[in-house]
């Protein structure tokens, strides 16, 4: 994938979290990794959305260098490359602030396995991950910990963080994360909410192939 793909796959993405509500104002931010020359392509920082342009997207190195663009790079780029660092399967990170699931985020509440969905796309519940000063690399190494055998995680005080192979994935795992979210908060005001049973989550992981628990 050249430069200029990435920067349209970081373009497009960002502007379509943004009309999905995953991301408001300017807050929220996405990065991918191309595998092969390690250069990430992120959004940039204190740019709206809807006037953002290709231009306006970053090309950086995993430890911060500019290669294209005319801003900063996103607030968050430590967060971003602190996975890629150590996450050698990870392509994509989605990052967003979607009022429900980060109101689990500030009651520092996991959502937990209520849908067949969230095992297909996130492997199970969604933890919280500690809290850690916004903009630092241990906000990544923090949410490092959680992520070893799921695809999303809550960052206790802040949002979301969401990762894949690619955008395609990063960004669903983000949308189910909040709809998983949404649909908890409002099974809590209608009565008691139903957890899938273990032994039914296990039997979800034999069908994928992933490791039980």
């Not at 050249?2 to 960002?14: C, H, R, W």
């Not at 390690?38 to 959004?43: M, Q």
């Not at 009651?107 to 209520?114: E, M």
Request: charged content about 25%; aromatic content about 6%.
């Amino acid at each position: 994938m050249t430069i200029l793909e990435m920067k349209q796959a970081v373009l497009d993405y960002s502007k379509q979290s943004y009309e999905e509500k995953l991301f408001a104002g300017t807050s929220g931010n996405l990065s991918m990794r191309d595998p092969e020359t390690g250069l990430v392509a992120i959004t940039p920082g204190s740019i709206a959305y809807p006037t953002m342009t290709i231009d306006d997207v970053m090309v950086i190195t995993l430890d911060g260098k500019i290669v294209e663009g005319f801003h900063n790079p996103s607030s968050e780029w430590k967060m971003h490359t602190e996975i890629y660092k150590n996450r050698n399967d990870v392509h994509a990170v989605v990052h967003t602030h979607s009022p429900y699931a980060t109101g689990f985020a500030v009651t520092h509440d996991r959502i937990p396995v209520i849908l067949i969905e969230m095992m297909f796309f996130l492997y199970g519940d969604v933890p919280v991950a500690e809290y850690r000063i916004p903009g630092s690399a241990e906000l990544g190494t923090e949410a490092l910990k959680v992520l070893h055998n799921r695809t999303a995680c809550l960052l206790a005080n802040h949002g979301v963080l969401a990762i894949g192979p690619n955008l395609d994935r990063a960004h669903i795992r983000a949308v189910y994360t909040e709809d998983a979210a949404k649909i908890c908060t409002q099974a809590k005001i209608i009565g008691t909410v139903h957890e899938m049973s273990k032994d039914e989550q296990n039997k979800m992981r034999r069908k994928m192939g992933i490791p039980e628990e």
